[in-house]
């Protein structure tokens, strides 16, 4: 096997070092009767170049990533410049592991608290901790954060949050003895309605998302009133990141908890994973947040450097009192938005958001045209939006990939059964204005047929 | 002749600063192609009221290449498997090989949408169906989930499994018997085991460890004893290295009080190919994809963290599963939501599926001999650095490890040098310290994993800092307690970095580099 240095001979020289005559017999602190006989049932190694064909090959059968796409809903394809994934790829930061050797770790240290800082900015928050797994298991965390703080159980969440969040935050809340409530939503705006919620009198938390999942902007000032005014935390989640360069962030609007999916932020889609969670709060509240910390801190000479910090929160030293049992978060893709950041910088990150925006305003303009077609929403919206399709939504998309070679979106069907002709529709800079103008065609061919 | 170098000063990449400090109004570092469409009024877009009003303020502006700089100096400040032996212990820090990182980016894995119709993605369902199947034939567990993101998501999966499977078992939901409720964690565990058990709503009873280092079966027995038995989550081999001989009983012990049996797997880098753990009697356990099979550590993640279990838990496995369906000759794949039982998702999506990529390449490209064959060599090297260094350290456990060994600081302590100082005076020897203080049941614990990517010439280098550093410890202690000596920084004041915690930079505090 060509990554194990040590040749037959060498082997046999250490084998024999250590008082063994052979490799059978390092193993035998376990019983005969569990020790495996035969091979596994497992193809023999494959070279280099029969493993690569057989990779394409199977890449090959994934037709839908080679067209152009309107899909979003949790995972967003954005254009990415070249040196994010060179930089990440770099031997120093991708073989590395958790910095608990600070002194030889500080590249890593240093980007994490670039990171911190950058969410902080981003989100309009005070503290930001190293990365969660993604964004629907940092909304689950930020659930179980509030309950902590508050000793509330009861958490109202906005029935407009990504259907497969608010799956995950059930499984994670399920032993916890967390009520989950839903809100109502108003199917005039889009939005997530809280008017009469007497649920939330006595609620841990208010959990919406913005832009929620049917790309409504919500108005989350408001909320944070409502929901402070009855004693709940305000948590805000964002799935499209991007939207943060345009839109008021969830701190300007008093959240207290923001958590977001990262991908947006030069991560390829890559079928859900590996994404990062990014996971805000106020400083009052740092010492009950999840995950990894890292701080300023000095050596004798005075030097600045970084380290882990206030680790009294975590399983390696509370164990089952932690605040969560995260220890491996997503650190290599936590660096991957870090650099995207600092490249697109303050002015690119606002250019990247309008532009999206911008298209998203012209394919939804020219979408409401179309015969048949109608934006069942109000709502202001950033880069996704509902289309209600004068057909079933699955058929007609099948109609658009098949004959127009086009990916149109999303048919809510998949999470709503109510929502049979209804199709999520988002944009991005990548998405050219003759792709837009090809999706306008063959929506208003293929539902005709 | 005496030359005359004038001393220079220190070259920029050993004081680059944060990114923050280095921006300058007006750089860019990106560019964008003009916007195609039609432009919309701002207010029309998004009503100002929704609009954020700060402009952005604080983000960098810098150019590429400036980002390219930066990014580059502070790398070098890290170290790195690639750089040199890594032996930290638990944590598995093989050869992440470059084609995995390959295969990982090609177009129609890398660009793939999750929600892409199962039809138009064929070749990513195949994919993770293959992996699931070779994990299963590598932990003799049929039922697998890719779903969990690291170690510790898949344990909450596993012990969820646990907690359905008994619940549906004991039929809790209609009676209003107290659950059993009481997980079983032997105390040389990970913290991450109690944290997850105590996530899944499970009381955690601590199980003792003999003066070998194993379970302690007599406490084990006893604890059974006292009733409510969900389970036990037993590490094997365990934090210590050494395999836990005694399994089979341990599985019948806690089956016979009506509990399962949970393993940690995040050693199964002592295992794969030799022994599988549902021949022991485990009923689910996690891998890590990214210890075991090699996916990169990124500096703290991302991971994957499987889980496989028996048949009789696969129903309660994490919604949707990907499954094949055979008709005709005709194999396709699918994403199965019609599951009643699930515990429910755990995750977003398919769970961190560049990381499955990686984890199959690595696979087929060691094939059945080779990942055995990675399994003999992890094990003889670990070996190997035990014989190697039993007479200058001490060694808590006379049995022969596996694929880890601990040694303690015992005998440099008389010199009032320990395990941290010989930790860091490691570094100036060009190595990664061990894991250390870990397990918390061995006083100075130093837990040393040299994994199979180490040859012979790296491990006596190894073997010959760590002796040095034995006598330097008995003939110049301050020489180790000072050290690292050969960094940028020295030891950093992490109590004073807790106590008054800075965990952003802020353009008006203009803290000062050094
Ligand atoms: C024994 C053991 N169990 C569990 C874990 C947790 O795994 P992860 O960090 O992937 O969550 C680790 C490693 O970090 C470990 O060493």
Redo the contacts with the bound molecule.
């Keep these: 096997m060509r990554y194990i240095p040590n040749s037959p001979d060498e082997r046999q020289e250490m084998l024999a070092s250590v008082g063994l005559n052979s490799i059978e017999e390092l193993f035998t602190s376990l019983p005969e009767d569990i020790r495996l006989r035969e091979p596994l049932n497992i193809p023999a190694a494959l070279s280099e170049l029969e493993l690569l064909a057989q990779f394409e090959a199977m890449g090959e059968r994934n037709h839908a990533a080679r067209r152009p796409s309107f899909l979003g809903a949790g995972a967003y394809a954005h254009y990415s410049p070249t040196i994010v994934d060179h930089l990440i790829q770099r031997s120093e930061f991708f073989t590395a592991y958790?910095p608990y050797q600070p002194e030889i770790s500080q590249g890593t240290l240093q980007a994490i608290f670039e990171f911190q800082t950058l969410v902080c900015q981003l989100t309009g928050m005070e503290v930001a901790n190293a990365s969660m797994y993604d964004g629907s298991t940092a909304l689950a965390e930020a659930v179980m954060m509030a309950e902590r703080v508050t000793r509330r159980s009861r958490v109202v969440v906005s029935p407009a949050i990504h259907p497969e969040y608010l799956e995950v935050v059930q499984t994670y809340v399920q032993h916890a003895g967390i009520e989950l409530v839903r809100a109502d939503f108003d199917e005039q705006t889009g939005q997530t309605s809280i008017a009469n919620d007497t649920a939330l009198n006595a609620a841990a938390a208010l959990v919406v998302q913005s832009p929620n999942f049917f790309g409504s902007i919500e108005n989350l000032k408001a909320m944070a009133e409502r929901a402070h005014k009855a004693g709940a935390l305000f948590i805000v989640c964002v799935t499209e990141a991007i939207s943060l360069g345009l839109l008021r962030t969830p701190g300007a609007c008093d959240a207290d908890i923001v958590v977001a999916e990262g991908q947006s932020f030069g991560v390829p889609v890559s079928f859900g994973g590996p994404f990062v969670g990014l996971f805000a709060t106020k400083e009052k509240f740092a010492r009950q947040m999840p995950g990894r910390l890292v701080g300023i801190a000095a050596d004798k000479e005075g030097r600045r450097g970084f380290v882990l910090t206030l680790a009294t929160r975590e399983q390696h030293i509370r164990r089952e009192k932690a605040t969560s049992?995260?220890?491996?978060n997503q650190g290599l893709i936590a660096l991957a938005a870090t650099v995207y950041l600092t490249t697109m910088g303050r002015r690119g990150i606002e250019e990247v958001a309008t532009q999206c925006a911008q298209k998203t305003a012209y394919a939804a303009r020219r979408i409401a045209e179309l015969e048949g077609f109608s934006l069942p929403y109000s709502a202001p919206r950033f880069n996704e939006f509902v289309v209600r399709a004068p057909i079933a939504a699955a058929e007609l998309l099948n109609r658009l990939a098949n004959k127009h070679n086009v990916t149109g979106g999303l048919a809510l069907s998949r999470y709503f059964p109510d929502k049979p002709n209804d199709i999520l529709v988002c944009c991005t800079e990548l998405n050219k204005r003759d792709e837009i103008d090809k999706l306008i065609d063959g929506l208003s061919s293929s539902s005709k047929i | 002749m005496k030359s005359h170098t004038p001393k220079a000063a220190p070259h920029v990449t050993q004081n680059e600063a944060l990114i923050f400090e280095r921006s300058q109004p007006g750089r860019t570092g990106y560019s964008l192609p003009p916007l195609d469409v039609d432009e919309t009024p701002l207010d029309e877009l998004v009503p100002e009221e929704f609009r954020r009003d700060d402009e952005l303020e604080g983000l960098p502006e810098v150019s590429e290449t400036d980002v390219v700089r930066h990014f580059t100096r502070i790398s070098t400040w890290n170290y790195s498997v690639d750089l040199g032996m890594y032996p930290l212990?638990?944590?598995t820090m093989k050869y992440n090989s470059r084609l995995n990182e390959k295969v990982a980016r090609i177009n129609g894995f890398a660009n793939l949408h999750p929600l892409a119709p199962d039809a138009e993605a064929q070749g990513a369902l195949q994919l993770l169906h293959e992996l699931q199947e070779h994990l299963a034939e590598i932990t003799g567990l049929p039922g697998v989930s890719l779903q969990p993101a690291?170690?510790?998501?898949?344990?909450m999966t596993g012990i969820m499994l646990i907690r359905a499977l008994l619940d549906s078992r004991d039929g809790v939901a209609e009676s209003n018997s107290p659950r059993r409720n009481v997980m079983l964690i032997p105390d040389s565990?990970?913290?991450?085991?109690p944290a997850s058990a105590n996530l899944s709503g499970f009381k955690v009873k601590t199980v003792k460890s003999t003066a070998e280092g194993l379970t302690d079966l007599e406490a084990l027995r006893a604890l059974c004893a006292e009733g409510d038995i969900a389970g036990l989550m037993l590490?094997n081999p365990n934090?210590l290295g050494l395999f836990e001989r005694n399994i089979k009983e341990i599985c019948g012990i806690i089956h016979d009080a009506g509990g399962l049996v949970y393993m940690?797997?995040?050693?199964m880098n002592a295992l794969v190919g030799v022994a599988r753990p549902g021949d022991m009697g485990v009923d689910v356990i996690?891998l890590?994809l990214?210890?075991t099979f090699s996916t990169p550590h990124g500096g703290g993640?991302p991971?994957?963290?499987p889980c496989c279990c028996t048949k009789e838990l696969e129903p309660f496995l994490p919604t949707p599963r990907v499954v094949k369906d055979v008709r005709g000759g005709d194999e396709t794949y699918k994403l199965d939501f019609n599951r009643p039982q699930s515990i429910g998702r755990v995750k977003a999506f398919h769970g961190n599926f560049g990381m499955a990529v990686r984890a199959l390449s690595y696979i087929l490209t060691h094939g059945r001999d080779g990942l055995r064959e990675a399994t003999e060599a992890a094990v003889l090297n670990a070996r190997y650095i035990a014989q190697g260094l039993k007479d200058d350290y001490d060694k808590p456990f006379d049995s022969p490890p596996m694929h880890e060994v601990v040694f303690t600081d015992k005998r440099q302590s008389r010199k009032g040098v320990h395990t941290l100082d010989i930790a860091k005076r490691l570094i100036d020897y060009g190595f990664h310290p061990m894991?250390i203080y870990?397990p918390l049941i061995v006083q100075g614990a130093m837990l040393i994993e040299p994994t199979e990517s180490v040859g012979r010439g790296e491990l006596d280098q190894f073997i010959y800092a760590m002796k040095q550093i034995a006598r330097e410890a008995l003939e110049d202690p301050e020489t180790v307690l000072n050290a690292p000596h050969t960094t940028r920084i020295g030891r950093l004041d992490e109590a004073a970095a807790a106590r008054k915690p800075v965990l952003r930079w802020k353009a008006e505090e203009q803290v000062s580099a050094a």
């Design positions: 958790t049992n995260i220890c491996t | 212990g638990s944590c690291a170690g510790a998501h898949g344990e565990a990970h913290g991450t085991n590490t934090t940690d797997g995040a050693n996690h890590n990214h210890k993640g991971g994957s963290g894991t870990f």
